[in-house]
């Protein structure tokens, strides 16, 4: 073995890590080169002496690091309760603001019905309106003209009732917030005319007193482009609701609905 | 106990068996701090990097030994604190050129002087070479535990320690005239 073989191999000899083949190489090799081997000897020397002044480089523990410890331990311990208390006050919250509560108070209405007026009872019914209703959302367009309760009643008009149970099923938040919905610039929204309303269908109570009906309604407007569809519920409970919810016309139908 | 199971211990909230991996620890982590950021924050910067262990033990996942992650903790806190240092204060370098007097040297005999002298050099390296020479002697890791916690290959652990030894080697030759060993150069 050469020095310059031998060289790169030194602090590994010293540090009695290489393997025996190449152990005996470099050792032989310094058994001949003085050198090479006063640079081991010297490396070896640094290591010995290096080890043993970590013994005097360290001071005790410290006395407080352990108190130290302990209190982190306490706060590490709370944090689990602190994130369960602001989940709860969180869910709390979002339940509160999510706005469709059903009340349990029957709220009186007046029989009249006439042009607007079912509108503004509907929004005397609290479980019908949502908090983004109540807090009159910038991004909602304009109410549609209002559905007069005194559309022609059909021939015969069918005993279907609705069940009371339905209204606790009853969230117009949705309608309003589905994911597909595309919200209009509040411009465009301004702008908005509706066309005469289409009746889907019309149900009305085959008694004089209080009973229920329900009224489906579509519209269109196309200057937005939108389609509204409205249902009126008159509830057996004496309760008036009212859902709309409002939809993007398909490209295709839109332009058949700008030709007619 | 091992060094596993005292690990999994403190890691259900045993605070002695943190305790007793702080005994075992201490030493070795004083001392890496120390390389870094010289004695006057090293305590703290030791301190430091245990309090984060006890916060982050439940993240440790027994994949590397406990002692090459706490070092890796050690070693970014002191690199942070150094950085720290810098900005509010310029560090106090430790001199280069500075040689012992004629009167050093006759105290050099003393097994203590070689000893400082021989610390000195050590901080007289630059941070690269230093930090590994520290975590190979003072803290008996191996060159791919070192590569671990200093984010490096091991050939490059490996390189680094001998540059700075080297390095001692040299410098001590050219202040006394001799090699480590007491030989006179040739």
């Known amino acids: ?260 | 106990m091992t060094e596993e199971e005292l690990v999994r211990r403190a890691q259900k909230g045993d605070q002695k068996a943190f305790d007793a991996l702080v005994g075992r620890y201490w030493d070795k982590t004083y001392r890496l701090a120390l390389s870094i950021v010289g004695p006057s924050d090293a305590e703290d910067v030791a301190s430091s990097a245990f309090l984060q262990a006890w916060k982050s033990l439940s993240r440790f996942g027994l994949r590397s030994s406990f002692a090459t992650w706490l070092y890796r903790i050690t070693f970014n806190i002191a690199v942070r604190q150094k950085r720290k240092q810098a900005r509010e204060e310029p560090m106090e370098e430790v001199e280069e050129g500075t040689e012992p007097s004629l009167w050093d040297i006759e105290e050099m005999a003393s097994d203590r002087e070689i000893k400082r002298l021989l610390h000195r050099l050590v901080q007289q390296l630059p941070e690269e070479l230093r930090v590994p020479l520290v975590l190979r002697f003072w803290n008996d890791l191996s060159y791919e535990e070192i590569g671990q916690v200093l984010g490096v290959r091991e050939s490059t652990a490996r390189m680094r320690t001998a540059e700075a030894l080297q390095r001692i080697s040299d410098r001590w030759s050219q202040v006394f005239g001799e090699t480590f060993g007491g030989r006179q150069r040739e």
Request: charge should be positive.
């Open chain 1, 1 to 260: 073995m050469k020095c310059h073989g031998c060289h790169h191999l030194l602090v590994a000899w010293a540090e009695e890590e290489l393997d025996e083949a190449l152990w005996i190489q470099v050792t032989d090799h310094l058994r001949q080169c003085p050198s090479c081997h006063r640079e081991a000897e010297a490396l070896a020397q640094i290591i010995r002496r290096l080890r043993d002044l970590k013994a005097d480089l360290a001071p005790p523990v410290p006395a407080c690091l352990s108190d130290r410890i302990g209190q982190r331990r306490v706060k590490s311990l709370a944090r689990p309760f602190v994130f369960v208390g602001v989940v709860a006050i969180a869910f709390a919250m979002g339940w509160k603001a999510r706005g469709v509560s059903v009340t349990t108070e029957t709220v009186p209405i007046a029989r009249k019905t006439g042009e607007g007026k079912a509108v503004q009872r509907a929004q005397q019914v609290p479980y019908a309106r949502s908090r983004m209703v109540q807090k009159k959302n910038p991004y909602l367009p304009p109410r549609p003209p209002s559905v007069a309760p005194t559309l022609k009643a059909p021939a015969k008009p069918r005993a279907s009732r609705v069940a009371p149970r339905r209204a606790r099923h009853f969230f117009p938040s949705r309608l309003v917030k589905e994911p597909e919905e595309e919200v209009l610039p509040a411009a465009l929204i301004q702008i908005t005319e509706w066309e005469p309303v289409l009746v889907i269908s019309a149900e009305r109570p085959d008694t004089e007193g209080v009973a229920p009906y329900r009224i489906e309604v579509s519209t269109f407007s196309p200057v937005s482009q939108l389609s509204r569809t409205l249902v009126k519920e008159w509830r057996e409970d004496g309760t008036l609701a009212t859902e709309w919810s409002d939809r993007l016309l398909p490209a295709s139908l839109a332009e058949s609905a700008n030709q007619r």
